[in-house]
């Protein structure tokens, strides 16, 4: 599965391997590379656009931490992306709460559906359903042998009638349900080879009639951009809750699957890859995505190397706090790396021994922004040394950063508590007086 995608991604990837820093330079000569593979593999021309840009973006605005290289840092902005643009979650399927649950499937002739419903019927018969498969492609006499064959194999019951009415036949099986006490019913439909307005009439028809649980769109990947095609197409018309990935076992290229979340907007709920009824797999995103990069040792090793490094760097954050050397300017440098992690609580956290003293600590991150602002305002002097800090330096300091008196006075005393506190701390002791600690 992808496996051309995956090769050629290796390769676009290595060349920026060797290099020892990010540059703007290196950066587009790969992610040029990496949207060509993307077009190669027949992703959407826009998705593939956007992808790139997000990745520059992101790539741009990184800092290389030492022990890891630019394309390990690369490859896991691109992992990132990837699961973005594979929906970021997973997305379960809906069961009613009360009375039955129906599912009705759709899609192209020969996508797929009717394994799938037999995929599901077994899948969700294994989980405790009392499951009954509703044969509604009445055209072709074999479509309904083959479900029944299906449902055979797994012991669930095929609703079918002689006559060739799919409407009839699915108004028949839920009153069947109803009585049988059924409580989850899948419903095949026809397709046709190609989108036909019969086709999306019937199927919008029996959707309006059985008013589903969700209505899932079976797609083959093989299909590359068709697939994306029909499956907006069908999402105008009938407006599904979901779709289904098909033959992925079949599929080096992996443009479809690339490009269908974006472009219509509906979450993948489940991919198969085989013809056999366990070859069914609910859809991770995050997996897929290891799976297309091929490089989840790298992924790992870069996610240890950034905590590592936020280790290191609270080391000698440690250290400063020892020496009695805190100042402004190593409070900035925390701020920017807080606003990178996401909030002051994770900063203090890093600092060892302190992640639990903190639970009870009120912190108000919004604080941040006034904060910054204020240190932003002082000189490297006064950063550096906060003692010079007097009456008329901190009035010009409020001015200019927007800021009251009362405000800069309240940090700096805030930072000389907290500068004695961390001293008197990595000395050994007193965590406890954290955890009153406030900023606001
Ligand atoms: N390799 C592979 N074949 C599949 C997969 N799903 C379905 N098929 C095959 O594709 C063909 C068409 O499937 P079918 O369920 O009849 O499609 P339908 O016309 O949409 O109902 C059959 O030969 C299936 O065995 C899959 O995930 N991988
Ligand atoms: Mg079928």
């Known amino acids: 599965m992808f496996e051309d995608l995956s090769l050629k991604l290796d390769k676009a990837l290595k060349k920026i391997t060797g290099q ?4 703007e330079k290196n950066i587009s000569d790969t992610l040029r590379e990496i949207r060509r593979v993307l077009l190669d593999a027949d992703v959407n021309y826009k998705v593939a656009k956007e992808f790139i840009e997000n990745v520059s973006q992101k790539a741009l605005g990184k ?5 890891i290289s630019p394309g390990q840092l690369i490859t896991k902005i691109i992992y990132d992306e990837l699961i973005e643009l594979l929906g970021s979650s997973t997305s379960d399927l809906k069961i009613n709460a009360q009375g039955a649950t129906s599912y009705l499937i759709v899609g192209l002739q020969g996508s797929g559906k009717t394994t799938f419903c037999g995929k599901l019927a077994k899948r969700l018969t294994e989980s405790g359903s009392k499951v009954l498969l509703v044969a509604a492609d009445v055209y072709r006499p074999a479509a309904v042998e083959q479900l029944k064959t ?4 797994i012991s669930v019951e095929v609703f079918a009638l002689e006559e060739k009415n799919a409407r009839k036949t699915v108004e028949d099986s839920l009153s069947f349900a109803r009585e049988k006490s059924f409580n989850t019913i899948i419903i095949d439909t026809a397709g046709r080879l190609h989108v036909d307005e019969t086709m999306m009439d019937e199927v919008a028809d029996i959707k309006k009639f059985v008013n589903p649980s969700e209505t899932l769109f079976v797609v083959d990947a093989m299909t590359g951009q068709d697939a994306v095609n029909s499956a907006k197409i069908f999402n105008e018309r ?3 809750d979901g779709i289904v990935l098909t033959k992925l076992d079949g599929d080096a290229r992996g443009g479809a699957a690339l490009s269908i979340r974006q472009v219509v907007g509906k979450p993948i709920k489940f991919i198969s890859n085989g013809e056999k009824l366990d070859a069914l797999d609910k859809f991770y ?3 897929l995505a290891s799976r297309i990069l091929g490089k989840g040792d790298v992924i790992s090793l870069v996610e240890k190397a950034q905590s590592t490094f936020d280790e290191k ?6 250290e400063r706090f020892r020496m009695n050397q805190f100042d402004f300017e190593d409070f900035l440098k925390q701020i920017k790396a807080i606003k990178k992690m996401g909030s002051l609580s994770s900063l203090l956290g890093m600092i060892p021994g302190l992640g639990n003293q903190l639970k009870n600590a009120t912190i108000d991150d919004r604080a941040l922004i006034k904060v910054e602002a204020i240190i932003n305002s002082m000189t490297i ?3 550096q040394s906060p003692k010079v800090l007097n009456g008329n330096r901190r009035k010009r300091i409020a001015r200019g950063s927007g800021t009251s008196i009362q405000d800069v006075n309240r940090l700096i005393k805030q930072f000389n508590e907290m500068k004695l ?3 008197r701390l990595s000395k050994g002791g007193l965590g406890k007086s954290l955890g009153n600690f406030k900023f606001n």
């Open 20 to 23: 020892g820093k990010l540059t």
């Open 63 to 67: 800092e290389v931490i030492a022990s």
């Open 150 to 153: 299906l449902g055979g194999q």
């Open 238 to 240: 009938v407006n599904y």
């Open 285 to 287: 995103p995050d997996r």
């Open 313 to 318: 760097e609270s080391g000698k954050l440690e």
């Open 381 to 383: 002097d006064e950063r």
């Open 421 to 423: 506190m961390m001293s």
